[in-house]
């Protein structure tokens, strides 16, 4: 088991479940948790639930099983997020826009590693009632049982509350329109744009939006013709990482 993990969740324990820490380089990155936000993970991320019983279990640890659910997605998808990424982002980053960002824990995080103020937009849908996991397979894609609501934006609101994010503001997707004078240096979105949904959704809000000098980065799919409409939105097109159905693209210099 990572040893960093265990420390998160002794952080955790000893914090009376109110937040727990990540020792990240000189940082030590403290995030509070809020109920919705581990339901979410709970719910969303379900193909989890069994790892988290058993780490759990392995530990032998009193923390509510829907927290070390979140403390074990934090390792498992921002962690790595975060380390492919830290070369990319510019260190005079000053504005960011994450589409699709889940419950913003990437964002949280970065918040608290940035040393100069970096305002973010995340983009979340209201209401979900069915789940693409892994892959943005049909065939994977899961209708939620009728007793489980999934709420992203109402989420994300709860956990920047209480974590005092104030630089994160929260974006309804239905109301995108109200957002297109808005300008980005970074444009964010895991496993979201291009990835669950076609990138035609945010195309238009994406050109008004990426600075001249902007940067796209997101993960697209292999099961449809994603990579060859990014290919045709920007100049630029790198490969940076790829895992299983995963591809991770940068985009720069919009056509
Ligand atoms: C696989 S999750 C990724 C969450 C987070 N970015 C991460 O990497 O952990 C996909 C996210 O996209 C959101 N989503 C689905 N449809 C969307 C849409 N039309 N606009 C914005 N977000 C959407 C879902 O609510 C979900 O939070």
Known sequence: MNPEFKESVKSAENS????????????????FFEEDSC???????????????????????????NKIALIN????FIIPDISNL?????????SILDIGAGIG?????????????????????????EIEHVTNNPEETKNLDNNIQIKPVDALKKLMLINKASNINIIESKSIDQYMDRKY?????????????????????????????GLVITDL???????DKFSKLFKEVTLINEAGNNKRFIGKNLK
């Open 185 to 213: 240096d970074l444009i964010l979105s895991f496993r979201s744009w291009g990835y669950l949904y076609d990138l035609n959704l945010y195309e238009k809000f994406v050109r008004n939006t990426l600075n001249p000098n």
């Open 73 to 76: 997605y934090f390792y498992t």
């Open 105 to 129: 824990l990437f964002d949280l995080f970065l918040t608290q590693v940035f040393e100069h103020q970096v305002s973010f937009d995340l983009i979340e849908v209201d209401n979900l009632d």
């Open 39 to 65: 339901n979410w993970v709970w719910n969303y991320k379900y193909i989890y639930q069994k790892d988290a019983l058993e780490l759990k279990s392995q530990l032998d640890s009193s923390l509510k099983t």
């Open 221 to 227: 799919s292999i099961f449809d013709d994603s990579i």
């Open 86 to 94: 830290n070369s990319h982002i510019a260190p005079n980053t000053k």
């Open 16 to 31: 009376n479940e109110e937040f727990f820490t990540v020792n990240f380089g000189a940082n030590k990155i403290k995030i």
